[in-house]
Protein backbone atom coordinates (compact mmCIF):
# COMPACT_ATOMS: atom_id res chain seq x y z
CA UNK A 1 0.00 0.00 0.00
CA UNK A 2 1.35 3.31 -1.11
CA UNK A 3 2.43 6.02 1.63
CA UNK A 4 -0.28 9.40 1.96
CA UNK A 5 1.80 12.58 2.63
CA UNK A 6 0.12 15.80 2.96
CA UNK A 7 2.48 18.58 2.17
CA UNK A 8 0.92 21.10 4.67
CA UNK A 9 1.13 24.99 5.75
CA UNK A 10 -0.91 27.73 7.76
CA UNK A 11 0.92 30.32 5.45
CA UNK A 12 0.13 31.14 1.35
CA UNK A 13 3.44 31.38 -0.56
CA UNK A 14 6.00 29.48 1.70
CA UNK A 15 6.40 26.45 -1.13
CA UNK A 16 3.86 23.86 -0.46
CA UNK A 17 3.35 23.11 -4.08
CA UNK A 18 6.82 23.82 -4.98
CA UNK A 19 7.93 20.87 -2.76
CA UNK A 20 5.29 18.45 -3.78
CA UNK A 21 6.21 18.85 -7.22
CA UNK A 22 10.04 18.75 -6.64
CA UNK A 23 9.73 15.86 -3.80
CA UNK A 24 7.55 13.96 -6.20
CA UNK A 25 9.49 13.78 -9.66
CA UNK A 26 12.54 13.00 -7.16
CA UNK A 27 11.23 10.30 -5.84
CA UNK A 28 9.92 9.25 -8.79
CA UNK A 29 13.40 10.03 -11.12
CA UNK A 30 15.92 9.32 -8.69
CA UNK A 31 14.35 6.48 -6.01
CA UNK A 32 12.46 4.44 -9.28
CA UNK A 33 9.24 5.36 -7.19
CA UNK A 34 5.77 5.21 -8.61
CA UNK A 35 4.56 8.65 -7.82
CA UNK A 36 1.11 10.46 -7.70
CA UNK A 37 0.86 14.39 -7.02
CA UNK A 38 -2.80 15.39 -6.25
CA UNK A 39 -3.89 19.13 -6.07
CA UNK A 40 -5.95 19.56 -3.18
CA UNK A 41 -5.91 23.62 -2.68
CA UNK A 42 -9.70 23.72 -3.76
CA UNK A 43 -10.17 26.95 -3.96
CA UNK A 44 -6.67 28.53 -5.51
CA UNK A 45 -4.88 25.48 -7.41
CA UNK A 46 -2.14 26.02 -9.12
CA UNK A 47 0.01 22.28 -8.95
CA UNK A 48 -1.21 21.46 -12.66
CA UNK A 49 0.29 25.10 -13.89
CA UNK A 50 3.84 23.95 -12.21
CA UNK A 51 3.52 20.61 -14.22
CA UNK A 52 1.82 22.04 -17.41
CA UNK A 53 -1.46 20.18 -17.19
CA UNK A 54 -3.66 23.24 -17.21
CA UNK A 55 -7.20 23.69 -18.58
CA UNK A 56 -8.36 19.98 -18.64
CA UNK A 57 -11.96 18.87 -18.34
CA UNK A 58 -11.92 16.00 -15.57
CA UNK A 59 -9.85 17.15 -11.96
CA UNK A 60 -10.48 16.41 -8.85
CA UNK A 61 -13.04 19.00 -8.45
CA UNK A 62 -15.65 16.68 -11.15
CA UNK A 63 -14.10 13.56 -9.01
CA UNK A 64 -15.64 15.39 -6.13
CA UNK A 65 -18.93 15.92 -8.13
CA UNK A 66 -19.56 12.42 -9.09
CA UNK A 67 -19.14 13.54 -12.60
CA UNK A 68 -16.18 11.19 -13.74
CA UNK A 69 -14.01 8.46 -11.84
CA UNK A 70 -10.53 9.19 -9.96
CA UNK A 71 -9.15 7.06 -12.31
CA UNK A 72 -10.18 9.30 -15.40
CA UNK A 73 -9.10 11.85 -13.74
CA UNK A 74 -5.04 11.29 -13.63
CA UNK A 75 -2.71 12.65 -16.10
CA UNK A 76 0.64 11.44 -16.79
CA UNK A 77 3.59 13.16 -16.54
CA UNK A 78 5.68 10.43 -17.34
CA UNK A 79 5.78 6.93 -16.47
CA UNK A 80 6.26 7.34 -12.93
CA UNK A 81 4.94 10.09 -12.03
CA UNK A 82 1.11 11.16 -12.11
CA UNK A 83 -0.93 14.24 -11.09
CA UNK A 84 -4.36 14.60 -10.18
CA UNK A 85 -5.17 18.67 -11.08
CA UNK A 86 -7.86 21.11 -10.08
CA UNK A 87 -10.47 23.14 -11.74
CA UNK A 88 -8.99 26.71 -12.25
CA UNK A 89 -11.47 29.25 -10.89
CA UNK A 90 -13.98 26.83 -9.63
CA UNK A 91 -16.46 29.11 -7.52
CA UNK A 92 -19.06 26.45 -6.54
CA UNK A 93 -19.38 23.72 -3.11
CA UNK A 94 -17.67 20.93 -3.09
CA UNK A 95 -18.01 18.53 -0.79
CA UNK A 96 -14.29 17.97 1.04
CA UNK A 97 -15.81 14.91 3.04
CA UNK A 98 -15.22 12.37 -0.14
CA UNK A 99 -11.96 13.34 -0.59
CA UNK A 100 -10.14 10.79 1.50
CA UNK A 101 -11.93 7.53 0.49
CA UNK A 102 -11.94 8.45 -3.35
CA UNK A 103 -7.85 9.05 -2.74
CA UNK A 104 -8.28 5.38 -0.96
CA UNK A 105 -8.72 3.78 -3.60
CA UNK A 106 -5.21 4.44 -5.72
CA UNK A 107 -3.35 3.71 -2.97
CA UNK A 108 -2.53 0.37 -4.50
CA UNK A 109 -1.48 1.83 -7.41
CA UNK A 110 1.39 3.70 -6.19
CA UNK A 111 4.17 4.15 -3.81
CA UNK A 112 3.19 7.47 -3.07
CA UNK A 113 0.74 9.97 -3.30
CA UNK A 114 1.93 13.25 -2.36
CA UNK A 115 -1.28 16.23 -1.56
CA UNK A 116 -0.90 19.64 -2.16
CA UNK A 117 -2.73 21.45 0.20
CA UNK A 118 -4.39 24.83 0.83
CA UNK A 119 -3.04 27.39 3.38
CA UNK A 120 -4.77 28.27 6.63
CA UNK A 121 -6.74 26.55 8.95
CA UNK A 122 -10.01 25.53 6.68
CA UNK A 123 -11.71 23.04 5.47
CA UNK A 124 -9.83 22.43 2.62
CA UNK A 125 -6.54 22.05 4.98
CA UNK A 126 -8.65 19.53 7.09
CA UNK A 127 -9.27 17.24 3.41
CA UNK A 128 -5.73 16.87 3.07
CA UNK A 129 -4.87 15.90 7.01
CA UNK A 130 -8.12 13.42 6.93
CA UNK A 131 -6.67 12.02 3.76
CA UNK A 132 -3.06 11.82 4.64
CA UNK A 133 -0.90 8.76 6.58
CA UNK A 134 1.65 11.44 7.33
CA UNK A 135 2.15 15.16 7.32
CA UNK A 136 5.34 17.11 6.19
CA UNK A 137 5.20 20.68 7.58
CA UNK A 138 6.40 23.66 5.08
CA UNK A 139 7.51 27.25 6.67
CA UNK A 140 10.08 30.17 5.59
CA UNK A 141 12.79 30.98 8.38
CA UNK A 142 11.54 34.22 9.18
CA UNK A 143 10.38 34.79 12.50
CA UNK A 144 6.39 35.65 11.44
CA UNK A 145 5.66 32.77 9.57
CA UNK A 146 7.54 30.27 11.94
CA UNK A 147 5.50 32.21 14.69
CA UNK A 148 2.47 31.27 12.51
CA UNK A 149 3.35 27.70 12.16
CA UNK A 150 3.12 26.92 15.71
CA UNK A 151 -0.60 27.29 15.07
CA UNK A 152 -0.70 24.59 12.71
CA UNK A 153 1.30 22.14 14.47
CA UNK A 154 -1.37 22.52 17.51
CA UNK A 155 -4.22 21.87 15.24
CA UNK A 156 -2.53 19.23 13.48
CA UNK A 157 -1.53 17.33 16.53
CA UNK A 158 -5.01 17.25 17.47
CA UNK A 159 -5.98 15.01 14.48
CA UNK A 160 -3.20 12.17 15.70
CA UNK A 161 -1.61 12.41 12.42
CA UNK A 162 2.33 11.22 12.28
CA UNK A 163 4.26 14.44 11.48
CA UNK A 164 7.21 13.87 9.74
CA UNK A 165 8.99 17.30 10.02
CA UNK A 166 9.58 20.97 9.40
CA UNK A 167 10.72 21.94 6.28
CA UNK A 168 12.18 25.47 5.48
CA UNK A 169 12.30 26.43 2.45
CA UNK A 170 13.33 30.11 0.50
CA UNK A 171 16.44 29.88 2.92
CA UNK A 172 19.08 32.56 2.23
CA UNK A 173 21.67 31.46 4.28
CA UNK A 174 21.77 34.75 6.12
CA UNK A 175 22.73 35.74 9.53
CA UNK A 176 19.66 37.22 10.08
CA UNK A 177 17.76 34.38 9.79
CA UNK A 178 16.63 32.06 12.58
CA UNK A 179 18.69 29.07 13.31
CA UNK A 180 17.68 25.66 13.56
CA UNK A 181 17.41 25.40 17.17
CA UNK A 182 15.50 28.50 17.17
CA UNK A 183 12.74 27.16 14.68
CA UNK A 184 12.64 23.84 16.30
CA UNK A 185 12.41 25.29 19.76
CA UNK A 186 9.68 27.42 18.39
CA UNK A 187 7.89 25.09 16.54
CA UNK A 188 8.93 22.45 18.92
CA UNK A 189 9.12 19.04 16.05
CA UNK A 190 12.62 18.75 14.12
CA UNK A 191 13.71 20.22 11.14
CA UNK A 192 14.23 17.62 8.37
CA UNK A 193 15.40 19.53 5.49
CA UNK A 194 16.51 23.47 4.84
CA UNK A 195 15.63 24.61 1.37
CA UNK A 196 17.46 27.62 -0.47
CA UNK A 197 16.02 29.77 -2.21
CA UNK A 198 17.23 29.76 -5.87
CA UNK A 199 16.15 32.73 -8.10
CA UNK A 200 16.09 29.78 -11.19
CA UNK A 201 12.75 28.61 -9.42
CA UNK A 202 11.00 31.20 -11.78
CA UNK A 203 12.53 29.33 -14.93
CA UNK A 204 10.96 26.10 -13.97
CA UNK A 205 7.97 27.73 -13.32
CA UNK A 206 8.08 29.06 -16.76
CA UNK A 207 8.97 25.63 -18.63
CA UNK A 208 6.46 23.91 -16.40
CA UNK A 209 9.55 21.71 -14.89
CA UNK A 210 10.08 20.74 -11.74
CA UNK A 211 13.00 22.09 -10.76
CA UNK A 212 14.88 18.78 -9.74
CA UNK A 213 14.65 17.77 -13.65
CA UNK A 214 15.49 20.97 -14.57
CA UNK A 215 19.00 21.74 -12.92
CA UNK A 216 19.19 18.52 -11.59
CA UNK A 217 23.30 19.70 -10.42
CA UNK A 218 21.85 22.78 -8.44
CA UNK A 219 22.57 22.60 -4.88
CA UNK A 220 18.56 23.09 -4.50
CA UNK A 221 18.24 19.89 -6.37
CA UNK A 222 20.66 17.76 -3.96
CA UNK A 223 18.73 19.16 -0.83
CA UNK A 224 15.33 18.27 -2.89
CA UNK A 225 16.99 14.21 -3.89
CA UNK A 226 17.61 14.14 0.16
CA UNK A 227 14.13 15.29 1.27
CA UNK A 228 13.15 12.83 -0.77
CA UNK A 229 15.11 9.66 0.45
CA UNK A 230 14.22 10.71 4.07
CA UNK A 231 10.59 9.85 3.22
CA UNK A 232 11.16 6.81 1.76
CA UNK A 233 12.89 5.42 4.93
N1 LIG B 1 13.32 27.42 -2.89
C1 LIG B 1 12.77 28.38 -3.62
N2 LIG B 1 13.56 29.34 -4.19
C2 LIG B 1 13.02 30.33 -4.93
N3 LIG B 1 11.69 30.46 -5.17
C3 LIG B 1 10.86 29.55 -4.63
C4 LIG B 1 11.35 28.47 -3.83
N4 LIG B 1 10.28 27.71 -3.44
C5 LIG B 1 9.19 28.29 -3.98
N5 LIG B 1 9.52 29.39 -4.68
C6 LIG B 1 8.62 30.32 -5.39
O1 LIG B 1 7.72 30.88 -4.44
C7 LIG B 1 6.42 31.04 -5.03
C8 LIG B 1 5.40 30.31 -4.18
O2 LIG B 1 5.71 28.92 -4.21
P1 LIG B 1 4.56 27.83 -4.17
O3 LIG B 1 3.52 28.14 -5.19
O4 LIG B 1 5.21 26.50 -4.22
O5 LIG B 1 3.97 28.12 -2.70
P2 LIG B 1 2.64 27.56 -2.05
O6 LIG B 1 2.93 27.39 -0.59
O7 LIG B 1 2.18 26.37 -2.77
O8 LIG B 1 1.63 28.77 -2.30
P3 LIG B 1 0.03 28.76 -2.10
O9 LIG B 1 -0.19 28.81 -0.63
O10 LIG B 1 -0.41 30.00 -2.80
O11 LIG B 1 -0.50 27.52 -2.71
C9 LIG B 1 6.52 30.50 -6.45
O12 LIG B 1 6.75 31.58 -7.31
C10 LIG B 1 7.74 29.59 -6.41
O13 LIG B 1 8.40 29.50 -7.66
MG1 LIG C 1 0.32 26.02 -3.71
Keep these: MGKVIGIISVKGGVGKTSCTSNIGASLAKDYNQKVLVVDANFSAPNLGLHLGVADVDKTIHEVLKGK?????????????????????NYRRRVDYKKFKSKLGRLKKK???????????????????????????????GDYPTVATTVGTVNEVVSYKKPILGLVVNKYKRKKFELSRE?????????????LQENRRMGKSLAQTTPFVLLFPRARLS???????????E
Design 182 to 194: DIEGTVGIPVISF
Design 110 to 140: YDYILIDSSPSLNSEIKATIEASDYLLVVTS
Design 68 to 88: CSILESIYEYDDQFHLIPARL
Design 222 to 232: KQFRKLASLLI
